[in-house]
T-cell receptor
């Protein structure tokens, strides 16, 4: 079974704090993704990575950065948290273009509240 | 531009009634289409993909390239089908996924 784990289920931070969300997958997947999930807006892609140290902006990268130093780990960083970044954050991984099987596997999510 | 549209935010049906969740897409090329489901307090998970042409939990979805649609259907809804459903599209490069805004299905007893 693919396991995608996220470091926290719930997180409360103050405006201006630097926030780190960690994601780890154990299936040797090339691709990893960070999404925001908001009611009525669905899943919006923040950043994705298709290899170690490689990243691409998604649809809403402003206010976020990412880091992928190891294949299994993908971190989302909020440089200076703001209240409009209060949301559910989902991490996902997928095998990548060298595989024949395509599916995204999701973590349980981190509910971030910025006060 | 790639886009996935789910026109209904909320769909309420009675138990035993047929259900159809709509999904339309735009993509220049041959996409791969998926339905994902999120039950209450559970993680998002794959329900079915168009390549497999299989029925999962009684749900089926047919890719209609002419109408660029991938509607999800079930002939007799069950209460346990109540969940959030997302239609998604992936290009042949197996990298990015594009998700719709989701439809919340509520099956009433």
């Amino acid at each position: 079974d693919v396991k995608v784990t996220q470091s926290s289920r719930y997180l409360v931070k103050r405006t201006g704090e630097k926030v780190f969300l960690e994601c780890v997958q154990d299936m040797d997947h090339e691709n990893m993704f960070w999404y925001r999930q908001d009611p009525g807006l669905g899943l919006r892609l923040i950043y994705f990575s298709y290899d170690v140290k490689m990243k691409e902006k998604g649809d809403i990268p402003e206010g976020y950065s990412v880091s992928r130093e190891k294949k299994e780990r993908f971190s989302l960083i909020l440089e200076s948290a703001s209240t409009n970044q209060t949301s559910m954050y989902l991490c996902a991984s997928s095998p990548g273009s060298l595989r024949t099987y395509n599916e995204q596997f999701f973590g349980p999510g981190t509910r971030l509240t910025v006060l | 531009a790639q886009r996935v549209t789910q026109p209904e935010k909320l769909l309420s049906v009675f138990k035993g009634a047929p259900v159809e969740l709509k999904c339309n897409y735009s993509y220049s090329g041959s996409p791969e289409l998926f339905w994902y489901v999120q039950y209450s307090r559970q993680r998002l998970q794959l329900l079915l993909r168009h390549i497999s042409r299989e029925s999962i939990k009684g749900f089926t979805a047919d890719l209609n390239k002419g109408e660029t649609s991938f509607h999800l259907k079930k002939p007799f809804a069950q209460e346990e089908d109540s969940a959030m459903y997302y239609c998604a599209l992936s290009g042949r490069n197996f990298n990015k996924f594009y998700f719709g805004s989701g439809t919340k299905l509520n099956v009433k007893p």
